[in-house]
C-alpha cells in the first residue's frame, strides 16, 4: 500500500512512498494555496465561495469561480502528468463545495502535532507524557507554511500550533531538569533557539545546564549571543543565570494568574448584539477596523439610519423612538458590528465581514422592526450605506457612496 505524507511545518512537500512528488506546485502560488487551505479543513466541506473569499481576499478578480475550476483542472493534470494514481480523487468535488478526500489514507504533521498535544494533555504518566512531547518536538520543524505565513487561514493555525510546540519543548525540559538530564537538555535547547532565537527562557535553560556541567566558556558565548539578540537581560551572566531563570518563572506563573483574572473579566462570546457605543468609541474602532481591512481585505460597511419625524410628534416622543432605534439596532446586528448615535436623529453602523455584502439586509430587518412600533406612523426611517475604499498606491481612505438608499 502506498504512503502518501504531507508535511506543512517549517516548509510544504507532498511524499508518496517516501518520494517528493507535484514540485509543479510551486510554480502556481494559488493551487498550492488550494492544496494546502483544503487539506487544513481535514476532510470538512468548503463551499465555493468560502475558498474564493480566502484565496482572493482583498484582489480583484473578475470570475474567482471559473479561476477556481482553472486551478483545479490544472492541479489534477499534474497529478496525470506524474502518473500519481494514489492521488487521484484526492480533491472531491459536490454541489457547491470542495473537499480533501476523508478517505485518502495520508499522514499531515499538522495533525499529528496537534493529535499527540491531546494526548500529552491527558497523559498522567511522565515518562509517557515525556515521549509524547519528544515526538511533537520532533515533528515540529518551524512554522506553519512560511510561504503563506502572513495569510489569515494560516495565521491563526500558526499560532496554535507554535503554542502546542512550546508547550512541549518546555514540558520536556521540566522533565528532563527532574532526570538530571543536563546534556538533554542543552541539544534540546540548541535546537529549539533555531526555530525560537529569540526566546530567552531557551538561553537561561541552556546556560543553567552547561554551567551544571562546568561548560562555563560555552554558557558565557551562549549569554553574549542572546545579549547580542536583544533577549537576554544585558545584566545576566552565567553566574546569575539560575537566579534570572527563577525570577523569569515566578513572572510567569504571575502572568498565568493574571491571564486568568483578565479572561473571566472579559465578557462571553455569546451573540449579544450588535456592540451600541458613543461615537468617540465608534471612531476608535473604525480606525482599528480600516487597518483590518486594510491588512485582511475584510469588506466594511458604513450606513446613516435617519429617522424623520413628522409635524405632529411631540418632542418627548420623537426622542422615546429614537432610542428604541438604537434598541432595534442593537439586537437585530451581529455582534461584530458597531453602531454610535451620530446625531440628534441618526445612528451610524459598521458592518464588518463577508456577510455584510449584502449591507442593505440587516437594515431592511431594522427598518421592517422600527415600522412595527404603535407610534411608527409619524416617522420615516431611512438609510444610505458607504463603502470605504483604500487606494492601492497611497493606503489612504476615500469614499464611495454604495448604490443602496432608502
Not at 525570577?247 to 502572568?255: F, L, S, V, W, Y
Not at 423612538?321 to 453602523?349: F, P
Request: one cysteine or more.
Amino acid at each position: 500500500m502506498a504512503t502518501i505524507e504531507i508535511r506543512m511545518l517549517g516548509d510544504f512537500e507532498i511524499r508518496v512512498n517516501g518520494n517528493p512528488v507535484l514540485a509543479q506546485l510551486a510554480q502556481s502560488r494559488k493551487a498550492m494555496a488550494l492544496v494546502q487551505y483544503l487539506v487544513l479543513q481535514r476532510g470538512e466541506r468548503v463551499s465555493h465561495k468560502t475558498i474564493t473569499d480566502t484565496l482572493w481576499a482583498g484582489e480583484r478578480s473578475t470570475n474567482p469561480d471559473m479561476a477556481l475550476r482553472a486551478i483545479l483542472h490544472r492541479f489534477r493534470n499534474m497529478i496525470d502528468a506524474e502518473g500519481l494514481t494514489e492521488l487521484q480523487g484526492c480533491i472531491q468535488t459536490s454541489r457547491g463545495s470542495y473537499q480533501w478526500n476523508p478517505a485518502l489514507d495520508c499522514s499531515v504533521d499538522v495533525f499529528e502535532v496537534n493529535d499527540l498535544s491531546e494526548q500529552a494533555r491527558s497523559e498522567a504518566d511522565p515518562e509517557s507524557r515525556g515521549c509524547l512531547y519528544e515526538e511533537i518536538v520532533n515533528l515540529y520543524k518551524g512554522r506553519l507554511l512560511p510561504q503563506f505565513a502572513t495569510e489569515p487561514w494560516v495565521e491563526s493555525v500558526s499560532v496554535r500550533l507554535h503554542g502546542q510546540y512550546r508547550t512541549a519543548i518546555l514540558g520536556l525540559l521540566e522533565l528532563c531538569k527532574k532526570w538530571g538530564e543536563s546534556s538533554r537538555i542543552i541539544s534540546l535547547c540548541a535546537r529549539a533557539l533555531e526555530l525560537d532565537p529569540y526566546e530567552e527562557r531557551l538561553y537561561l535553560e541552556e546556560i543553567v545546564a552547561l554551567e551544571s556541567l562546568g561548560r562555563h566558556t560555552e554558557a558565557q558565548n551562549l549569554a553574549r549571543r542572546g545579549n547580542a539578540m536583544g533577549c537576554l537581560h544585558h545584566a545576566i551572566d552565567p553566574g546569575r543565570a539560575g537566579s534570572a531563570y527563577r525570577q523569569m518563572r515566578q513572572a510567569d506563573r504571575n502572568m498565568e494568574s493574571e491571564l486568568s483574572r483578565l479572561t473571566a473579566a472579559l465578557p462571553d462570546t455569546e451573540n449579544t448584539g450588535a456592540c451600541l457605543c458613543d461615537f468617540e468609541t465608534f471612531k476608535e474602532i473604525y480606525r482599528v477596523l480600516r487597518g483590518v481591512q486594510a491588512r485582511y481585505g475584510l469588506p466594511v460597511f458604513l450606513a446613516i439610519v435617519t429617522v424623520a419625524p413628522g409635524q405632529n410628534a411631540e418632542p418627548a416622543e420623537t426622542t422615546a423612538m429614537v432610542e428604541q432605534l438604537g434598541e432595534l439596532i442593537h439586537t437585530a446586528l451581529r455582534q461584530c458590528d458597531v453602531a454610535a448615535r451620530y446625531s440628534d436623529m441618526q445612528y451610524v453602523i459598521m458592518l464588518s465581514g463577508s456577510a455584510a455584502e449584502t449591507g442593505s439586509s440587516p437594515l431592511e430587518r431594522i427598518k421592517a422592526a422600527f415600522y412595527r412600533v404603535p407610534a411608527h406612523g409619524r416617522y420615516l426611517l431611512s438609510y444610505n450605506v458607504y463603502v470605504p475604499e483604500i487606494k492601492a498606491d497611497s493606503g489612504r481612505a476615500r469614499r464611495r457612496k454604495k448604490t443602496t438608499k432608502k
